[in-house]
């Protein structure tokens, strides 16, 4: 089955600075690509979602890239504010158009500092 | 309703008994999964429902484990003799048809002591 890594598993940056979380996958027949945010107490919320017929997506502050050669995918989150502070997680799937059989990451969890 | 809705919020029960946790899935969305989240990790897919019938299963990890939705709306996911390995947030989420925006609840914890 799939198997999705994530890294790192915490982050620390200050207001205003750029956030990289990486994952790489196992399953070429993956195909679709989600991102989520996860609150405290929360269920995951999605951030953003790429398909492997694209390399990069941004919307306003958030941005993701796919390499599907090499297998990984990667969130960008620019002029992180507190309110970013998170936990994020990436995820898998080779179920175009449907958020069943995702496999997630392990997660990161992310802290913006003012 | 306004979002996905779980019942209840935390659950603690004995080992060897039998829970059920529910999930009300937003207004008209026809498709409803469940995850499940253990302490630190991402969380983990169980089943998945189109309508009233269970169109994917294969995440379910014992025959302990079943779910139901008779209406196509509220499901009830059932856990027969629980164990403490059954210990962890268990998700619901929605979404339309087709459409990959899965709305998530904010999850059952469920404690086997």
């Known amino acids: 089955g799939e198997n999705v890594e994530q890294h790192p598993s915490t982050l620390s940056v200050q207001e205003g600075d750029s956030a990289v979380i990486k994952c790489t996958y196992s399953d ?3 195909n679709y690509f989600p991102w989520y945010k996860q609150e405290l107490g929360k269920g995951p919320q999605l951030i953003i979602d790429i398909r492997s017929n694209v ?3 941004k919307d306003q502050r958030i941005a993701v890239t796919l390499n599907k050669t090499a297998k990984h995918f990667s969130l960008h989150i620019t002029e992180t504010q507190p309110e970013d502070s998170a936990v994020y997680f990436c995820a898998a799937s080779p179920v175009s158009g449907s958020a069943r059989q995702l496999t997630f990451g392990s ?3 992310l802290t913006v500092l003012p | 309703g306004a979002g996905v809705s779980q019942t209840p919020s935390n659950k603690v029960t004995e080992k060897g008994k039998y829970v059920e946790l529910r999930c009300d899935p937003i207004s008209g969305h026809t498709a409803l999964y469940w995850y499940r989240q253990s302490l630190g990790q991402g969380p ?3 089943i998945y ?4 019938g269970a169109a994917d299963d294969s995440g379910l990890p014992n025959d302990r484990f079943f779910a139901v939705r008779p209406e196509g709306s509220v499901s009830t996911l059932k856990i027969q003799r629980t164990e403490r390995g059954d210990s962890a947030v268990y998700l619901c989420a ?3 048809a087709g459409k990959t925006e899965a709305f998530f609840g904010q999850g059952t914890r469920l404690t086997v002591v």
């Open chain 1, 55 to 57: 390399g990069e997506k």
């Open chain 2, 44 to 46: 983990e897919f169980l």
């Open chain 1, 28 to 30: 070429s027949a993956s």
């Open chain 2, 94 to 96: 929605s979404s339309l």
């Open chain 2, 49 to 52: 429902f189109q309508g009233t």
């Open chain 1, 107 to 109: 997660g990161t969890q």
